[in-house]
């Protein structure tokens, strides 16, 4: 959450000529809202319902760059069909990075409006744990936005390369 997914995901996306989907914003289109506002006047559970199958089908499609939100990881569901299914980044931020974009976010993640700095980090680090499986961890602390968009895209065509059957 707030770490840079969507903007790292368009530009990963774009070097490599590929469709992107930020999950978020595909929801908050279906809905004709903010991701705020589905929470509070549908409820966090149809939220992570749609989430769900809008990353299923997004996943089984090939060639695509996928931001998830947040907490997607927290499903079972999900988090089994993206390791089967992609490759899955985790952009890491250490804790004390993360917390200098609280006031940039807050407005815009539900989950952390209304809680303390401490609840914040005790989310933090409860989601960090449930991050921890993936196929490459990227850490941002000392890393610029296209160098970071450039590791990926390079990651991802060695993976293709390796994978892609031999003529």
């Not at 947040?70 to 089994?80: C, H, S, V």
């Not at 006031?103 to 989310?123: A, C, H, K």
């Amino acid at each position: 959450m707030g770490v840079g997914k969507t903007t790292i995901g368009r530009r990963v996306a774009k070097k490599l000529y590929r469709d992107f989907y930020d999950t978020d914003v595909e929801i908050e289109k279906e809905f004709g809202m903010p991701v705020t506002k589905i929470f509070e006047t549908v409820g966090e559970e149809t939220f992570r319902k749609k989430e769900k199958e809008m990353i299923i089908r997004l996943c089984k499609q090939r060639l695509n760059i996928i931001s998830l939100g947040g907490g997607a990881f927290l499903q079972k569901e999900i988090k089994d069909v993206c390791l089967k299914n992609c490759l899955v980044f985790f952009l890491d931020l250490s804790w004390e990075s993360w917390k200098e974009r609280i006031s940039l976010i807050i407005d815009s993640r539900p989950v952390i409006q209304g809680r303390t700095l401490e609840e914040i980090e005790d989310l933090f680090y409860q989601r960090q744990e449930v991050y921890s499986v993936h196929h490459s961890r990227v850490s941002l602390d000392y890393l610029e936005i296209e160098e970071t968009a450039d590791y990926i895209a390079e990651s991802i065509k060695l993976a293709w390369e390796l994978y892609e059957p031999q003529k």
